[in-house]
């Protein structure tokens, strides 16, 4: 983004401790470092959604693709589209499925199988 060396480095700081003296400089470089953290951290998060919502637009457009040629003879990359998308569908399914089965007892309610072992007591460590 911005090239500072080094000479313009240090006028700048020169010109920081001339101008806030050496009591007010260390606050004002740990708060200009923490607005310039919060600044990134906003624009990343920013990217990431931006970057989420073209993929999702992407599924979006290969599904109708995948639909206009009556799900055959589709591409490798449609395909893949339709595969996860019907991997997504299922995975939303699946913890309402499990609920819905449920007879309402707490183990069963536990929609991630690897926390509902963790729960369980394990019968090997007993005597």
Do not use: C
């Not at 310039?36 to 599924?59: C, P, S, T, W, Y």
């Not at 990359?77 to 707490?106: H, I, R």
């Amino acid at each position: 983004m911005f090239d500072i060396g080094f000479w313009e480095l240090l006028v700048i700081g020169v010109m920081a401790l001339l101008v806030l003296g050496p009591e007010r400089l260390p606050g004002a470089i740990r708060s200009t470092a923490r607005t310039i953290r919060r600044v990134k951290n906003i624009a990343g998060g920013f990217k990431a959604e931006i970057d989420e919502q073209l993929r999702i637009h992407e599924l979006h457009e290969n599904l109708k693709k995948a639909e206009a040629m009556s799900m055959h003879n589709l591409s490798p990359e449609l395909q893949k589209t339709v595969d996860e998308l019907k991997a997504a569908a299922a995975s939303v399914q699946q913890p309402y499925k499990k609920n819905t089965e449920s007879e309402g007892t707490p183990e069963n309610t536990i929609a991630d199988p690897a926390i509902a072992n963790k729960s369980k007591p394990d019968d090997s460590t007993r005597e």
